[in-house]
């Protein structure tokens, strides 16, 4: 272990040297770092001595749970056999070869090629110049436009934050890039108004048929969603609304991409979310619980529609990555899809942890702060509202989630905060026991927050 250090020294080296993803620097360096020095199974170990559970798998990856030998000894092995090798220059090694054709086999069956990234980002980017390309190739090149929800979130490159409706991002470096346009999201929660849930599905559905009309669908290319959406706080779309957004694009013709970086193995209790909801998607970016997170991997699955064309029709694609193919990155991953299905962890989650997860998180519905408690697989939301029965947010939105989300910490519990949506998304691997002691920690905490609201006349 590297802890050479105390709390206080790591902390004041972090702020002079190390510039933290989605930061506000200034204020982190007044208020110094979590250090976060060990890990097993569900539990998060800090440089404070604090034990706490991981309720988000890390940033929703960790899908085995902490401390898994076989990970790290698949690393060992192939770093002593071959830790890198490029797969530019008509080369490929075993662990990615055997990563490729694994992933066709575990993917529906329009899926039989990979390409392979670093990140989340990454295979949304591989996915924009694969999609135009695509279409260049097939002699339509003015299909250039790729549209994507607002609230979604593919990633923090240029391609990844223009395909994201995040405003905040695109309010910085001059995003999104060109072709890239936003329709609305399924959120039913904030956006049904007086709709019941599956009117309000079709309604956020046909944005996409109007948007695509509106732009003249020989100018569209592509579709993009995830899903779930995650980040943008575990929104559940009404069951309305993919199979009405499927329609769309069977009809436009354009293709489609479902966006499985967090929904993919397993999270959703099937292998990839697009099989839970009934889509039929062109492409499926992957990244995240490839490999459980133990080392830096992504993927674009590629469907046979656009892959025939793509090798069918010859020509350099001119895209690729120093890591595409990573031998340690994909002997970790392959590692990881074994056990998971080995250990038949889908299945498991899918018969008997979701539906007890389920039960226990939407007890917490009854609380006087949430409006609504929705769980899907091992994804859990909670909407904090000022009033019940009300669907009104905070005044200040956001301010009671972060209250929520620092007493949850210092409670044990990593919940995570989206505006003032707790979420949750704890490792596949997590027992009914470890799920009673999640909940009476969430349930500790709104307790806790209630008064404090209630001490504050915010509620
Ligand atoms: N697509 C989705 C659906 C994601 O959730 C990415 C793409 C990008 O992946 P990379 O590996 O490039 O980060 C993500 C990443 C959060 C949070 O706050 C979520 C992500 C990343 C950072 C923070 O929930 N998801």
């Known amino acids: 272990m590297t802890t050479t250090h105390t ?34 199974g569900v539990y998060l170990h800090d440089s404070e001595g604090h034990r706490i559970l991981d309720g988000m798998s890390g940033l929703w990856c960790v899908a085995l749970g902490y401390g898994r030998r076989e990970l790290a000894e698949a690393a060992y092995r192939q770093m002593q056999e071959l830790p890198y090798y490029n797969s530019f220059f008509q080369c490929a090694n075993p662990p990615a070869i055997e990563l490729a054709d694994r992933l066709a086999r575990l993917s529906p069956p329009q899926f039989q090629h990979a390409f392979f990234t ?15 390309r695509y279409w260049e190739l097939r002699g339509q090149p003015e299909r250039q436009v790729i549209i994507s929800r607002w609230n979604g979130y593919h990633g923090s ?74 980040a943008g706080g575990v929104i559940i779309p009404p069951r309305t609304y993919w199979p009405e957004v499927q329609r769309i694009v069977d009809r436009y013709g354009i293709l489609f991409a479902s966006d499985e970086v967090i929904c993919g193995f397993g999270r959703t209790g099937e292998w990839f979310g697009c099989e839970h909801f009934g889509t039929r998607p062109d492409f499926m970016t ?9 080392q830096p991997l992504g993927a674009l699955m590629v469907a046979d529609r656009v892959a025939q064309v793509l090798v069918g029709e010859g020509g350099e694609f001119f895209h690729g990555f120093t890591y595409s193919g990573h031998p340690v990155a994909a002997a970790v991953a392959n590692a990881n899809l074994e056990i998971l299905e080995r250990e038949r962890i889908v299945e498991r989650v899918r018969t008997e942890i979701a539906p007890y997860w389920a039960a226990r998180w939407r007890e917490l519905a009854d609380h ?16 904090l509202v000022p009033r019940k029965p009300s669907r009104a947010f905070f005044p200040e939105r956001g301010a009671v989630g ?56 915010l509620a």
């Open 7 to 40: 709390t206080a020294e790591w902390q004041a080296l972090d702020a002079a040297h190390y510039l933290h993803p989605f930061t506000d620097h200034k204020s982190l360096a007044a208020r110094g770092t979590r250090v976060i020095t060990h890990a097993e």
């Open 118 to 132: 670093g990140s989340g980002s990454e295979s949304n980017d591989t996915m924009v110049r694969m999609v135009r």
């Open 157 to 230: 490159t240029m391609a990844g934050a223009s395909l994201g409706g995040m405003k905040a991002m695109h309010s910085q470096g001059g995003l999104p890039i060109p072709g890239i346009v936003h329709i609305g999201q399924p959120y039913w929660f904030e956006c049904g108004g007086d709709l019941d849930p599956d009117e309000f599905g079709l309604k956020a559905a046909r944005e996409l048929e109007q948007k695509i009309l509106e732009i003249g669908p020989d100018k569209v290319a592509a579709f993009i969603g995830e899903p779930v959406q995650g």
């Open 286 to 294: 992957l990244a995240k619980a490839i490999t459980s997170g133990y």
């Open 368 to 383: 006087p702060l949430v409006g609504e408690a929705r769980t899907l697989g091992l994804f859990g939301a909670l909407e």
């Open 402 to 457: 972060t209250r929520c989300r620092d007493l949850s910490v210092k409670n044990g519990l990593v919940m995570r905060a989206v505006w003032d949506t707790m979420i949750a998304a704890p490792p596949l691997v997590i027992t009914p026991a470890e799920i009673d002691e999640l909940v009476s920690k969430a349930v500790q905490t709104l307790d806790q927050l209630h008064q404090e609201l209630r001490r504050d006349g």
